[in-house]
């Protein structure tokens, strides 16, 4: 069983900046592709960002590019979003997911509970 377990959320203005961490435990995910997600009150969950196991292949949601980084720590089993220049319509529960494939997928089998991320204006 694979546990995730997501921090670093909180309320910023905007303008400022977030780092989202992502720590797994029950299992390495060093060969594995991660995403993060995000759902904001009455909206879907939308793909942020995703990386390929070596952290080196990535997508972003287009709005955040350029803004938003994901990067891995294989030896610390940790992902992480670092988040600049955020706006208000960044603001949504934010979600780290864990693929069980190498490549960037659309099916991820492993979701943690979540991390308010909150951008006054």
């Known amino acids: 069983q694979v546990q995730l377990v997501e921090s670093g959320g909180g309320l910023v203005q905007a303008g400022g900046s977030l780092r989202l961490s992502c720590a797994a435990s029950g299992r390495t995910l060093s060969r594995y592709a991660m995403g993060w997600f995000r759902q904001a009150p009455g909206k879907e969950r939308e793909a942020v960002a995703a990386?390929?196991?070596?952290?080196?292949?990535?997508n972003y949601l287009h709005s955040v590019k350029g803004r938003f980084t994901i990067s891995r720590d294989n030896a610390k089993n940790t992902v992480y979003l670092q988040m600049n220049s955020l706006k208000p319509e960044d603001t949504a529960i934010y979600y780290c997911a864990a693929s069980l494939r190498a490549v960037i997928s659309t099916v991820y089998e492993y979701w943690g509970q979540g991390t308010q991320v909150t951008v006054s204006s």
């Open positions: 990386c390929d196991w070596t952290g080196t292949v990535t």
